[in-house]
C-alpha cells in the first residue's frame, strides 16, 4: 500500500509539474486533460484520482509556477546574487524570452488570469505582491527606502516589456524591446553588488 501510495504522489506531482509547464508555454486554456495525462505516461481516465476537476489542477499548477521562479531556478533568475541589476538583466534577457516553460508565470500568465475565477487571481495576486516587496527591498537598498511606486513601475516595464519581446515576429525587435527596458531600468543605478537578497523578487 505504501509503494502505491508513493507511486500516486509521485504521478501527481509529475502532472503538476507538465502542467505548470504547458500552462506557461500555451496558456490555462492551451493544454488539454488528455495531452497532459498522455505526457506524464499517464491514461486520460486516471486523472481523476488526482485531481476533482481541471480548475484543481489549474490552481496548484499556477502556484506551482510561481513558487518555481520564486525559488531562483527559472529560466529568469540570475546565475550570481540577487540585486536589481542582476535581476533585471536575467529577466529582460533573450534566454527568458525563449524559455517560457521554465520562466516568469506572472508575464506567461497574466492575460489568462485576468480571465479567471477568483482563487486563481487571489493566487496571482499574492505573488504579485511578493513579487513587488522584492523588487522594493532591492530599491530600498539604494536608498529609495519605501519606494512602493518605483516598484511598481519597474514590475511593469520587465514584465511588459518581456511579453512584448515574445509576442513581435522582428526578432530585431524583440531584442531592441529587451535592450532598451535594461537600459531604462538600469540607467543610474551605479554599482550595486552589495545590495543583495537571498531569493529573487520576481517569479
Known amino acids: 500500500m505504501a509503494n502505491s501510495q508513493e507511486e500516486k504522489s509521485r504521478n501527481h506531482d509529475r502532472i ?3 502542467a ?9 486554456e492551451g493544454a488539454s486533460i488528455a495531452d497532459l495525462m498522455k505526457e506524464a505516461g499517464l491514461t486520460h481516465g486516471g ?21 518555481s521562479g520564486s525559488s531562483g531556478n527559472g529560466s529568469g533568475a540570475p546565475k550570481g546574487a540577487f540585486t536589481f541589476e542582476s535581476i533585471v538583466e536575467a529577466y529582460l534577457s533573450k534566454r527568458h524570452r525563449d524559455k517560457v516553460g521554465s520562466g516568469c508565470a506572472v508575464t506567461a500568465l497574466m492575460s489568462d488570469v485576468g480571465r479567471a475565477d477568483k482563487e486563481t487571481k487571489a493566487l496571482f495576486t499574492s505573488q504579485v505582491r511578493r ?10 537598498a539604494e536608498g529609495r527606502k519605501g519606494d512602493k511606486h518605483a516598484a511598481i513601475v519597474a514590475l511593469c516595464i520587465m514584465t511588459g516589456a518581456l511579453g512584448l519581446s515574445r509576442a513581435v ?4 525587435l524583440s531584442i531592441e524591446i529587451l535592450a532598451s527596458a535594461r537600459e531604462f531600468l538600469l540607467a543610474g543605478s551605479g554599482d550595486q553588488s552589495s545590495n543583495e537578497l537571498d531569493v529573487p523578487p520576481i517569479a
Open 131 to 140: 513579487n513587488l516587496e522584492g523588487i522594493g527591498a532591492l530599491l530600498a
Open 47 to 67: 486523472f481523476y484520482k488526482h485531481f476533482d476537476s481541471r480548475d484543481a489542477l489549474v490552481l496548484e499548477a499556477m502556484a506551482a509556477a510561481l513558487k
Open 20 to 28: 505548470a509547464r504547458r500552462f506557461r508555454e500555451a496558456g490555462l
Open 16 to 18: 503538476v509539474e507538465i
Open 169 to 172: 515576429s522582428d526578432d530585431k
